[in-house]
């Protein structure tokens, strides 16, 4: 048992878990705020997901087409999610993602620059304009880069008025969370700090406070082919449900369609999108550009049905449709799956990207840099010469912790906030390209804001924040459960399993037998966790560090079997052999996932009302395609 007095302890006014982009631009926004914030890394800092995010941040700044807008990127993304989205967090997206690119500029971030000295912005799917500001192929790394830039600056604010550099903010690295802790009962139970470990060490960690951001990313881990790294187990979607949240929409998994598929070792390594929008083009192993074949009939209006027409956009894009490469990411991935399973693969099983007959080497060496280095060396493919091998790789989850689109307040649990992927809502069934960067900025900010208002709000009214003795006791005593058992076995051969499970059976198409077949397996997998055991000491011991995050793997692999399970539709990211069509009625539900001691519930919950003004942006003919009858009457704005 572990001595509570010998815990290391902190308190801090909000306290973020995740140092992505998300998380620190939340953490940022809560010390402009004047609280105190601290911020939990699960892994070194500076090594975020975000950093993945290759090709830009989806802002319309219109500074290549100015034709671009709010109004258009908001379609855009509407049109992208299937409009599932939350239409009120695409509106404040769209909106904001611009002063949030601007912002990030002021703090130091340097972006690739038009001929006219503006931030350049590039093509990507989805996207009708140039909308992605970016850095070459290494937008996420400088996003990264100038938010930590960022932290330092307040740091050494904070030294000049307190004397110490951490006063008001401080980063904790190598720091894992592995509990929420709650306070108070009825209407006044609300969140009470959190329970964490050194990685290096295994020491234990309390930080008590009144607001706590979610800012963990994604749940890719449960898959064996994805583009996520170890961090991603679902952490912060797990410990949501775990005091009291939802998540909404957890069927919805986006699969990008290009991973490297070979060598084995760095099997769904991203290959970013960039290369197809500056170009590349997909064929299969009979040499055929096969997306002209896969042009869905929402999108038929929007894109080039000969090779011709796609290439003239290249050069002409006011007067030429858009090359069908540049469908969003499920469409692509879905057509590359049944290349595949048609026989007309590559040797390694995937497709051929090849940008080398689009651009000089010069150019493909300037422009995407990191892919030109990272096909040399981990494959001894030179991409200036020779077309790539791709398919598709589990890369993001749509779904996430239930928020209010405004506040990014957890539904259901006071002073618990989300932002980045690990809330839900924003993308609807499926995420665009570039998306995801704006995302972490716009709702990040306006969760650290809402974050320290929280704070206020709770000592406003004169109440104090604790964690219990007696709850810090039980979640130490869970902790070091593994170690107590002298029989069982390895969590990494449980990991393997629920990888190999969810990967085969719930993966990019999916049947209800198999979806039936994988919560069976689950269930077993749940036996076995329960007698899991460690060795070793808690000293730089990742068997244990598995250990920990292996039940909330399992807890969230079920809740996203479940609910595609239940929806039986094809949509975006969630594609059913048994349903393949889309339908309008369950366009108008959302999943919504709950769970009291492991026991998981779903219920459906209507989707909310798009307003008549942005419904407005839209020719009705192109909302007939999605919504029922009985909704295109009860918007006002009628187009036709």
């Known amino acids: ?59 319309s700044m219109g500074n290549v087409n100015d034709r671009d807008n709010w109004q258009v990127h908001f379609g855009d993304t509407m049109r992208g999610g299937k409009f599932l989205n939350h239409y009120r967090m695409a509106e404040l997206h769209a909106k904001e993602a611009p002063d949030r690119v601007w912002e990030l500029e002021a703090w130091g971030a340097l972006f690739d620059r038009t001929k006219d000295g503006k931030i350049s912005q590039r093509n990507f799917g989805g996207h009708e304009y140039p909308r992605l500001a970016h850095v070459g192929d290494r937008t996420g790394l400088e996003m990264i880069r100038t938010l930590q830039q960022r932290i330092v600056a307040l740091q050494q604010e904070d030294k000049q008025k307190t004397g110490e550099f951490e006063s008001g903010l401080k980063v904790f690295a190598e720091c894992s969370v592995t509990k929420i802790f709650m306070t108070g009962e009825g209407d006044d139970r609300r969140v009470a700090g959190v329970l964490a470990y050194w990685r290096p060490s295994g020491t234990f960690v309390l930080f008590e406070s009144e607001s706590v951001v979610i800012a963990t990313g994604g749940i890719g881990k449960s898959f064996k082919v994805t583009s996520n790294s170890w961090e991603y187990t679902g952490d912060g979607h797990a410990m949501a449900l775990e005091c009291g949240g939802s998540l909404v929409n957890m069927e919805f998994l986006q699969f990008h369609p290009t991973g490297m598929v070979w060598p084995l070792s760095v099997k769904g390594l991203l290959v970013t999108e960039s290369v197809r929008g500056d170009g590349g083009v997909l064929t299969n192993s009979e040499g055929r550009r096969f997306m002209f074949d896969y042009i869905p009939d929402v999108f038929k209006s929007k894109y080039a049905t000969t090779e011709e027409e796609a290439d003239r956009w290249y050069t002409d894009p006011d007067n030429n449709l858009r090359p069908p490469e540049l469908l969003p990411r499920d469409e692509v991935a879905r057509a590359i799956n049944s290349e595949v399973k048609a026989g007309r693969g590559t040797p390694h099983g995937g497709v051929f990207l090849d940008v080398s007959k689009r651009l000089p080497a010069d150019v ?41 689109p405004d506040t990014q307040a957890a539904v259901g649990v006071k002073g618990l906030f989300a932002a ?21 900025l716009v709702f990040g900010r306006r969760a650290g804001q809402f974050a320290a208002e929280h704070v206020d709000e709770v000592r406003g009214q004169g109440k104090q924040t604790h964690v219990s003795e007696a709850d810090l006791q039980a979640a ?67 068997g244990w560090h598995l250990a920990l995050d292996l039940p909330k793997q399992l807890l ?55 307003t008549s003004e942005l419904a407005g942006l839209f020719d009705e003919s192109e909302l007939s395609k999605y919504m029922t009858l009985e909704e295109l009457d009860s918007l006002v704005v009628r187009t036709l």
């Open 1 to 59: 048992m572990e001595n509570i007095e010998r815990i290391e302890r902190y308190k801090f006014d909000v306290v973020v878990i995740g140092a992505g982009g998300a998380g620190l631009r939340a953490a940022i926004e809560a010390r402009a705020n004047g609280k105190s914030a601290a911020v939990l890394s699960k892994s070194l800092f500076g090594k975020a997901h975000t950093v993945m995010a290759e090709g830009g941040i989806a802002a």
């Open 364 to 404: 493909i060496r300037a422009k995407l840099p990191s892919m030109w280095h990272q096909f040399k060396e981990l494959a001894d493919v030179d991409i200036t010469q020779e077309a790539m091998e791709v398919g598709p790789t589990c890369h993001y989850v749509m779904g996430g912790v239930e928020v209010d």
């Open 420 to 440: 980045g992927e690990a809330s839900g809502g924003m993308h609807g069934s499926n995420r665009l390209g570039g998306n995801s960067l704006s995302d972490l």
């Open 476 to 542: 130490l005593d869970w902790a070091l459960a593994p170690f107590t058992r002298v029989e069982g076995e390895s969590p990494y051969a449980i990991q393997y399993d629920l990888q190999d499970t969810m990967n085969a059976l719930v993966g990019i198409i999916r049947t209800a037998s198999e979806i039936e077949e994988a919560l069976v397996k689950i269930q077993e997998l749940k036996v076995r966790m329960a007698n899991m055991k460690v060795i070793g000491g808690r000293a730089y011991n990742p």
């Open 556 to 610: 969230v692999s079920q809740c996203v079997a479940m609910a595609a399970l239940i929806r039986e539709e094809s949509r975006g990211g969630h594609t059913r052999e048994d349903f393949p069509e889309m339908s309008d009625e369950w366009r108008k539900v959302n999943l919504i996932v709950r769970a009291e001691a492991q026991e998981v519930t779903i219920v459906k919950q209507s989707l909310p009302t798009m």
